[in-house]
């Protein structure tokens, strides 16, 4: 919402002059934040943890999942980049690659590029191709005596190259997954809040009878200030809480991560900055368009906005 809007500077300040407690102590602020944000996803994703960082929310979204399932393995997509702690590191293509490598519990999946990947445009049916990659996956791991927690997915892949994914692959490959007993974990810590324009969420994209397990959200929703949140069922988080080793998290939704919160929410809302957003992108997308249409070098026009205020990306046109 930009830097230091006065609006969450003076949530934060009015905020901070009242009090500011760990997580132990309940405050209006954390249930009033959880309930904006329920508004803003599926009425299936109602339970809500508190972090200070988008990285804390994928390990925890990890250990929802393996709770709930019981399974140790994990799918990423190639490329993929979900955070810096050791675990997600070893789901982190991006970077084991160039440290210690894939471990046995992690399996990879071709990104489902149709403009670079293993099936393209002219393909006649993409989108089952690239969810029967994952089915492969599956049974192989299976052959192998390993069971699938979840399928670990970046709702648009954005280290990976600002891939869009062919609407309907995320419906296909979960329904995969669901069946090996395992869940889907959509990442929108760069990706989410608005930031598509058409929708509040990426993982909206694919279609309104899409719906992950688990949302991980960080950056954008505290904007600037350390706020993340993961949003779950009640199944996986009851499952999480019979362990009877409940989740804390010291500052995670104290009273003034969650007032700024909540700030960013209403300027969201009062500046009508997704409308933007869909705005601004099409602006762009038209004039660079019309950039590919006089210049073959430029193969592809696809546009994020991830941790700038916007990024865009031409690829050449050699395939």
Known sequence: VGHCHPDVVKAAHEQNQLLNTNSRYLHDNLVDYAERLSKTLPEKL???YFLNSGSEANDLALRLARQYTKHTDVIVLDHAYHG?????????PYKFRN???QKEWVHVAPVPDTYRGLYREDHKDPVTAYANEVKNIIEQAHNRGRKIAAFF???LPSVGGQIIPPAG???KASEHVHKAGGVFIADEIQVGFGRVGKHFWAFQLQGEDF????????????NG?????VATTKEIAGAFAATGVEYFNTFGGNPVSCAIGLAVLDVMEKEHLQAHAMEVGNFLMKLLNEQKIKHPIIGDVRYQCPIYIFSCFLFGSVK
């Open 153 to 155: 997915v970046e709702s």
């Open 46 to 48: 109602c339970i809500f």
């Open 225 to 229: 200030h350390p706020l993340a949140c």
């Open 99 to 101: 440290l210690e490598g």
């Open 211 to 222: 719906i992950p397990d688990i949302v991980t959200m960080g950056k954008p929703i505290g």
């Open 84 to 92: 810096h702690l050791t675990s997600l590191i070893d789901i982190s």
């Open 169 to 171: 692959y995320f419906q």
